[in-house]
């Protein structure tokens, strides 16, 4: 079945450096992989996603990097501000309708 | 406003009780869904509905039954509560056409069973 680990589970960073979030999957079936971010006592919203037929997406300061062969993808955020402090998840999905998320990852943005 | 809307927003029962929460979303989506969110943020898939058909059942004690009376809504029912049920309940909608997989989160319903 579909499995996906996130790392790390916490990450720390001072204002204006860059953070990185991965995540390996299980199944080579696996099609889309959206990053949500979620602020403390709010919903999930989607921040970015990338298809398979994609190596790598960039939007402003957060881009996404698939790498099918070695099954996972990574979240990177450059330049990072005290907004972007929040708890993020990856997921997978080989059909639309299901997403797997991961573990989630804790960022704080320190100043 | 175009949003996923849940009631209640915050639920406090006690163990043995039934209480439903309710979801609609006005943003002509085809599927819904329920996501269970627990103390460590874990968030976990529970129902997804289809044009009012059930398309997703992961593992939920059968306690939990979904309703949806039509395709812009999605009630979750909750037989004989139980302490582990205390969690964050979030409904979500999808669209699932062309390039576009984004689901749409409601502000969740933080249910606590005493």
């Known amino acids: 079945g579909e499995n996906v680990e996130q790392h790390p589970s916490t990450l720390s960073v001072q204002e204006g450096d860059s953070a990185v979030i991965k995540c390996t999957y299980s199944d080579s079936a696996s099609n889309y992989f959206p990053w949500y971010k979620q602020e403390l006592g709010k919903r999930p919203q989607l921040i970015i996603d990338?298809?398979?037929?994609?190596g790598e997406k960039k939007d402003q300061r957060i881009a996404v990097t698939l790498n099918k062969t070695a099954k996972h993808f990574s979240l990177h955020i450059t330049e990072t501000q005290p907004e972007d402090s929040a708890v993020y998840f990856c997921?997978?999905?080989?059909?639309?309708?299901?997403?797997?998320f991961g573990t989630g990852t804790r960022l704080q943005v320190t100043l | 406003d175009t949003a996923v809307s849940q009631t209640p927003k915050y639920l406090v029962t006690q163990m043995g009780n039934d209480k439903s929460i309710k979801c609609e979303q006005n943003l002509g989506h085809d599927t819904m869904y329920w996501y269970k969110q627990d103390s460590k943020k874990f968030l976990k898939i529970m129902f997804s509905?289809?044009?009012?058909?059930?398309?997703i059942n992961e593992t939920v004690p059968n306690r939990f039954s979904p309703k949806s009376p039509d395709k812009a809504h999605l009630n979750l029912h909750i037989n004989s509560l139980e302490l582990g049920d205390s969690a964050v309940y979030f409904c979500a909608s999808s669209q699932d056409r062309g390039l576009s997989y984004e689901q749409y989160f409601g502000p969740g319903t933080r249910l606590t069973v005493t």
């Open positions: 997921a997978i999905s080989g059909t639309a309708s299901k997403l797997t």
């Open positions: 509905y289809n044009n009012k058909e059930l398309i």
């Open positions: 990338i298809r398979s037929n994609v």
